[in-house]
């Protein structure tokens, strides 16, 4: 039963909702992490029989409180039509998104939800994934991994200093890079409440890694959210509703291509997470990972079944989780619609928006991107930091 109920205000300024919307709490993927992640892998890789069975945290929040008062908005009075609505359905996303959180461990409540939120592959996407799996990529810029020598790696201090030294000559002067040993190994994430780039302290990164990093995180997600904080529109600058994602890494993938950067082997496994939702609803954890063992080592098919198995409780039964289909589908998008209209490559940066909210930039509804990337600009910068 939804929460919504008709006791709050049918109508509110901009500043109320985004002052409300503020103090909701839906940290999905670190309560989707489960708590016993490192153990159960190690009983699964050491078994041929074995199911995971996952355990998680659960957070503390004021969620349902904060959602209910804002349930009945109408209207946000002080905006233009096309704001208020977006905001509208963006509350009602966010009511998803929490009980989706509060679903974990619920195989069929997370399938339901996240089939809702996030979709499913249609037949003729999972054929275009399959196709990418058996290695035909004609038509997509993919390149082969590089072999990489001990003296192109880079660690925590020197990348810290690349970074800063991007951050520097795009103006980016109030975003830095942070050390968290909490991140997984290697890992990379932006925050952009924060405007840190968060890193393992441990963090090795080859060169072309490291270009491709800089590319994907700061020339995708870190723009969008800097030019999205000048529209005003608070949340065009942070995760809003689920279309605008695929737009996001779709993106951030496309970008990776034109800069000579996509590697096949990474190409795959944005293409993997189609083909594994599509067939894996009804597979076990276990069935599920010896099929994908046709196309990847263990560790990679474990790790990609457990994305799309994620937020579940006994794996031995049905459900899948399908967000990481956004990676391959959201490339598409992207790729189809520049290869129809290169003008919209420059608006996609005037926040994080989707393609249909390019219109606003149009109509003048938000300003123009202040920072658009490109490859002349990148190749010249990674020369200048010794990349």
Known sequence: MSIFSKTGKQEMKLSEVVSLMSKLRLPISLVFTPVNLK??????????VYEPVFKYRGVRNNNEEILKRLSS???????????????????????DSNILMNAVGNNELVTEMSYKKYGVPTPLLFRNASRILRGNTSGYNTIK???IKESDIFHYEKIKEVFNLVFEHFGLNDWQVQASSKIQKNGVKVGVKSKWVIMDPNIERSK??????????????VFRSVN???TKIEA????????????????????????????????????SFVYAVYIGEQLSFRQLYNALLAVFPKNTAFNITYRVKRGLGDTSYPGTYTKDIVYFRGFKKVKKALEKDKSLYEKLYAGKIDLKQCEWVDDGLIPKAKIVPSKQEWNDLFRKVGI
């Open 145 to 147: 991994s590089p072999v």
């Open 73 to 95: 908005l109408k209207l946000i009075t002080d905006v233009d039509p096309r704001i208020s609505d977006f905001y509208i359905q963006l509350i009602a996303s966010k009511n």
């Open 236 to 271: 065009l600058s942070k995760p809003n509703l689920p279309k605008y994602l695929d737009i996001e890494e779709g993106l951030a993938i496309w970008n990776e291509s034109n800069m000579n950067l996509l590697t096949l082997k990474n190409f795959k496994k944005s293409a």
């Open 228 to 230: 999205g904080l000048n």
């Open 39 to 48: 153990e159960e892998k190690e009983k699964f890789l050491n078994s041929d």
């Open 208 to 221: 072309f890694k490291l270009k491709k990093t800089l590319v994907h995180e700061v020339g995708t997600h």
